[in-house]
């Protein structure tokens, strides 16, 4: 009798346990979800009184989606992209960057120009989703994005060769080129690496734009190459990193330990974690000729650093932070920051060398508060 008992309460546990892991897989996404994405698949940033929609917001969510194996809500922001920001037909038309509620209360794209940052997410999304998950037609629709990037974002600067630019329009002029630095993930960089040219090319330059535009250890959020001068480090408006930058150290911190970048790119930006170490939390903004900083970044910047620092107590600091101070319904920058950093350094996804996804989608809950 006894026996029955235990095989039976060990059965309902079994249940329970299933039930649980399969319920709260990811917390800190379903909260994403419900305060920041629309049935429809759009994600909403709350913070423009637009309730703008960006490639970018769009992109992100497509990769945790994946990271959490949520196919459903994958499919959703999909076809929310393609059909409103690619009018349509993302193997022929580069995502609009923006979207939202015009003057006359209609909604549409605000502005069609494209962002490289967006679009190389997406289509990395597409590809990995495809192969993860067999689905040939999210392969398809990654690798036609792919070579409408290469065709429309990709540029030959003289003395760097192939460069991502931020978007199709605007970054170009008679006397040389703007960058983001943030802009495409060196992982993102070595994966692109297997459909060739451009991308073999670009995986070098980007470590170069990487390397070459931190004078003091720190990244710029933006970033002149002129034709005669080269990189233009020491303009008389103040060069900054700080919203867009912070990406750049989330970026690194993420990089397998096999790659080869890594290291290099650590030692490089060792200022960014000295800095936060020593006054226990990251800058806000900081000069980048100059080194000097200012303010104290939001909860999203801590996260980002997670996987950055490797000083275990002032991680566990910044880990701390995040936990104390959770970003809430109006803050979705800090909030795709924190997943991604979180989300990191809870083991619940990597990436390996080549850069493809290792998802960990067998894991139980861990608490993301």
């Known amino acids: ?114 962002a490289a940052d967006g679009d190389v997410w997406i289509a990395w999304s597409l590809l990995e989703a495809g192969r993860l998950w067999k689905m040939p037609a999210y392969s398809e629709a990654g690798k036609a994005l792919l070579s409408r990037i290469a065709s429309d974002e990709v540029v030959k600067v003289p003395g760097l060769g192939s460069m991502l630019l931020p978007g199709k329009v605007g970054f170009v002029d008679d006397a040389g080129w703007r960058f983001n630095p943030s802009y495409l993930p060196p992982q993102l960089a070595n994966y692109f690496v297997r459909y060739g040219a451009p991308w073999n090319a670009i995986q070098a330059t980007n470590l170069r734009l990487l390397l070459e535009t931190a004078p003091k250890g720190y990244s710029p959020n933006w970033v002149r190459f002129d034709k005669k001068k080269g990189w233009q480090l020491k303009q008389d408006k103040s060069l900054l990193g700080s919203y867009d930058a912070i990406r750049v150290y989330l970026w690194i911190g993420m990089l397998n330990d096999a790659d ?21 939390l990251p800058p806000e903004k900081i000069d980048i000729a100059t080194g000097k900083v200012e303010g104290n970044g939001p909860v999203g910047f801590s996260a980002s650093l997670l996987p950055f620092l490797q000083n275990r107590d002032a991680q566990a600091l910044q880990r701390q932070r995040v936990a104390d101070n959770f970003p809430g319904n109006d803050a979705y920058f800090s909030y795709v920051l924190t997943l991604f950093g979180q989300g990191w350094d809870q083991h619940r996804f990597r990436f390996t060398a080549r850069g493809e996804l290792l998802p960990d989608w067998g894991q139980a809950c861990v608490s993301s508060h």
């Open 1 to 114: 009798m006894m026996k029955g008992v235990r095989q039976g309460c060990l059965a309902l546990l079994t249940l329970v346990t299933l039930q649980a892991s399969a319920a709260c897989d990811w917390p800190a996404w379903q909260q994403f979800k419900k305060d920041y994405i629309s049935d429809g698949g759009r994600v909403i940033d709350p913070s423009d009184a637009r309730k703008i929609t960006t490639s970018e917001g769009q992109s992100y969510a497509m990769f945790f989606a994946l990271a959490a194996n949520d196919r459903a809500a994958f499919a959703s922001l999909f076809d929310w992209t393609q059909n409103n920001l690619a009018q349509g037909d993302i193997k022929a038309h580069l995502p609009g960057w923006l979207w939202g509620k015009k003057e006359d209360n209609s909604w549409s794209v605000l502005d069609s120009n494209s």
């Open 260 to 280: 080869p970048q890594k290291a290099r790119l650590l030692a490089k930006f060792k200022p960014m974690a000295s800095q936060t170490e020593k006054a226990g």
